[in-house]
């Protein structure tokens, strides 16, 4: 079955600073992969999506994630934070959309 | 409606009772999912259904956990015999169909088993 791991579980950045959040997929077939945003006490929300059409995906909010077949990897990033992007943010593999374990984002002022 | 709907927003039962939790997802969208989320947690997948089938219902965690998708709109997920660790928030979402197409999701169904 596709899965998705996130490595780090909390990331803490400075406002202004790049954020780096890791996903690595496994899956048998090409995948479609999302990335989703929980601000808090909200619904989740889609950020990006990959879709086979474009290895550098651009999101919402200044994100983009990149995918790299060779690493199995779908990492997302941010030149330079804001202190609306402290949230939790989840990768996710079709089709069953499963989700990964989440990273929690804070940025210091 | 314009997004997806769970209702009830909030349910407390007590141990060993039945509950049903229900989703109206968006109009026109043939894909359906069930997950449930813990604290601290990312959502954990339950059951998708393409239509009126379940697609995959491999997450479901027992016997105890089932879902039906009558008409291919609305869904019910239905727990029997509650215990405490099922005490979650249980999200739906739905898009127009698997693959690559944006899942929108509801505001959750907080299930509290006491």
């Known amino acids: 079955a596709q899965s998705v791991t996130q490595l780090g579980s909390h990331v803490s950045v400075s406002e202004g600073a790049l954020v780096l959040l890791r996903c690595n997929y496994s899956?048998?077939?090409?995948?479609?992969l999302f990335w989703y945003v929980q601000y808090p006490n909200q619904g989740l929300q889609l950020l990006l999506k990959?879709?086979?059409?474009?290895?550098l995906v651009k999101g919402i909010n200044g994100f983009e994630a990149e995918f790299k077949k060779s690493e199995t990897s779908f990492h997302l990033t941010k030149p330079s934070a804001h202190m609306s992007d402290a949230a939790e943010y989840f990768c996710?593999?079709?089709?069953?959309?499963?989700f990964g374990a989440g990273t929690t984002v804070t940025v210091r002022a | 409606g314009a997004g997806v709907s769970q209702t009830p927003s909030n349910k407390v039962t007590e141990k060993g009772k039945y509950v049903e939790l229900r989703c109206d997802p968006i109009?026109?969208?043939?894909?359906l999912y069930w997950y449930r989320q813990s604290l601290g947690q990312g959502p954990e997948f339950l059951i998708y259904?393409?239509?009126?089938?379940?697609?995959?219902d491999s997450g479901l965690p027992n016997d105890r956990f089932f879902a039906v998708r009558p008409e291919g709109s609305v869904s019910t997920l239905k727990i029997q015999r509650t215990e405490r660790g099922d005490s979650a928030v249980y999200l739906c979402?739905?898009?127009?169909?698997?693959?690559?197409?944006?899942?929108?999701f509801g505001q959750g169904t907080r299930l509290t088993v006491v």
């Open positions: 979402a739905s898009s127009l169909g698997v693959g690559g197409t944006e899942a929108f």
């Open positions: 899956s048998s077939v090409p995948p479609y």
């Open positions: 996710a593999v079709t089709p069953q959309l499963s």
């Open positions: 109009s026109g969208h043939t894909a």
């Open positions: 259904f393409q239509g009126t089938g379940a697609a995959d």
């Open positions: 990959y879709t086979s059409a474009a290895t």
